[in-house]
């Protein structure tokens, strides 16, 4: 526990002063350190230079909807399906583009979505590889109903151990997108258990995708719902009222100048460097008068919101990038010192590993070893404001798939051939995608949670 009291007299004292100890510290440097030229139009530019300088791995995702449909029993027997009662009528609103799977070709039909659902007809070994595989190198949502039995002609038989889905999994991860299943267990010609899967292929990024659209409907009282993601998580900030950061109160935010979009955030302190150090990182507590490891919290309440369940979250990491030459290159073509690389802040910040841990909550604190060694000083020849970027990075993340229940992907097989055994070839494609190393969460946009942008005076320790 720290002395809240005292430290919100600094603070008034502080905010109270702050113009005579910009002043001050000016005339004693002797040149007016510089400082970011177009505080007005401050928003627009960091949004336009955070953008250029963020790597994304996502792919935009069209709006189109492509509809596959297997032409087998399974589907032609889904119009007795309450499950699949529900979600026709969703379906058809989508106004999806039409592919049949007719054993190894994959046709687009012209005729419209209701008569062709109403018109299944079954023919022998169907090519779902081969839809998989054109909807993942496409850029379309998609919808495929289907048993999940791919036969091939050659071998005649159904593949009941080959993972022959995991190649078209893997690429549309990897883009950043998401796939949701939904099983439904039903008897084929009334004798043999089975699965009909309905593969909507999204992102979850885009507002009204197809699993938003027919969730809305689908009764799920007989079918079960998984979700294929390592790409849906982020963060959410829990402000005081709608607008303010949980700050420091010692740190004396300009609040004129705070934005926030979901991408990033920024902040103005309006305090120096020294009274940041002693009155945060080496706050003492309160009680007994010693110092807290880390001292006091410099922001909290940012919390990690995950939406993966085949994937854990275990730990972050904090790095920190001075990006004010960078930003004023950006800013002003004729800034003297023009770059455009950043120069990266070791061991300034680092996270309340036990909050996060508890609640997954981001609590920043000053590294123990803050030295300020990497900001901009006061001394210098040509002294500048510090703009950092304090990026939340996912350090570690491992895959849990191990511990799901897949039984929903696998069937006792009854083709001649493997007649008795299950066939495992679904269940086995969706855990080794999500075992593959390049789609841990930790690869997705280099593992970037959100950054806070922060300008402060220059340094005076």
């Known amino acids: 526990m720290f002395n809240h009291e005292a430290k919100m007299n600094k603070t008034a004292i502080f905010s109270t002063l702050v113009v005579f100890l910009t002043v001050s510290l000016i005339v004693s440097c002797g040149n007016a350190p510089d400082q970011i030229l177009y505080v007005d139009q401050i928003r627009e530019n960091l949004t336009e230079f955070h953008r250029k300088n963020i790597d994304s791995d996502s792919v935009v995702i069209n709006r189109k909807v492509d509809l596959f449909v297997d032409y087998s029993t399974c589907v032609k027997e889904a119009s007795s399906s309450s499950f699949y009662k529900s979600i026709h009528p969703k379906i058809l609103d989508l106004n999806p583009e039409f592919w049949s799977i007719k054993g190894s070709q994959i046709t687009k039909e012209d005729k419209d979505t209701y008569t062709l659902l109403n018109s299944i007809t079954e023919v022998s070994y169907a090519d779902i590889k081969g839809a998989v595989d054109k909807i993942t190198s496409g850029n379309n949502q998609a919808i495929l109903i289907t048993d999940g039995e791919f036969y091939v002609r050659s071998r005649d038989e159904d593949n009941y151990n080959n993972p022959y889905l995991t190649e078209g999994f893997t690429n549309w991860l990897k883009k950043g997108n998401d796939i949701y299943i939904y099983a439904e267990p039903y008897k084929e010609r009334g004798i043999y258990d089975k699965y009909r899967y309905y593969m909507l292929f999204t992102n979850h990024i885009l507002q009204n995708n197809i699993f938003n659209v027919i969730s809305e409907s689908a009764k799920i009282s007989n079918a079960k719902l998984v979700k294929l993601s390592n790409s849906d998580w982020g963060i959410e900030v829990v402000r005081k009222g709608e607008y303010k950061p949980q700050v420091n109160s010692v740190l004396a935010i300009n609040e004129n100048y705070y934005f926030y979009n979901k991408e990033f955030e920024f902040q103005e302190y309006q305090i120096d ?25 410099f922001l909290k309440g940012i919390f990690l919101k995950q939406n993966l369940e085949y994937f854990k979250i275990s730990e972050l990491d904090i790095r920190v990038y001075n990006v004010f030459d960078a930003y004023r ?7 003297t010192e023009k770059t455009n690389q950043v120069t990266e802040v070791s061991e300034l910040f680092t996270y309340d590993e036990e909050a996060f841990k508890n609640n997954g909550e981001v609590i920043l604190k000053i590294h123990d070893n803050f030295s300020g060694h990497g900001l901009n000083q006061y001394g210098a020849s040509f002294p500048k404001f510090n703009l950092l970027r304090v990026d939340i990075i996912l350090k570690s993340a491992e895959s849990i798939i191990d511990e799901a229940d897949l039984s929903i992907f696998k069937w006792k097989s009854i083709d001649l051939g493997s007649r008795g055994l299950y066939n495992e070839s679904v269940l086995h494609s969706i855990k080794n995608t999500l075992e593959k190393p390049e789609l841990n969460p930790i690869n997705v946009n280099n593992g970037l949670l959100y950054s806070i942008y922060i300008s402060t005076f220059p340094s005076n320790l």
Not at 278 to 292: E, H, Q, R, V, W
């Open 329 to 335: 290159s950006f800013e002003d073509t004729s800034y």
């Open 273 to 297: 460097w020294t009274d940041i150090v002693k009155y945060i990182k080496n706050a003492p507590d309160s009680i007994t008068g010693g110092l807290d490891h880390g001292g006091d919290y």
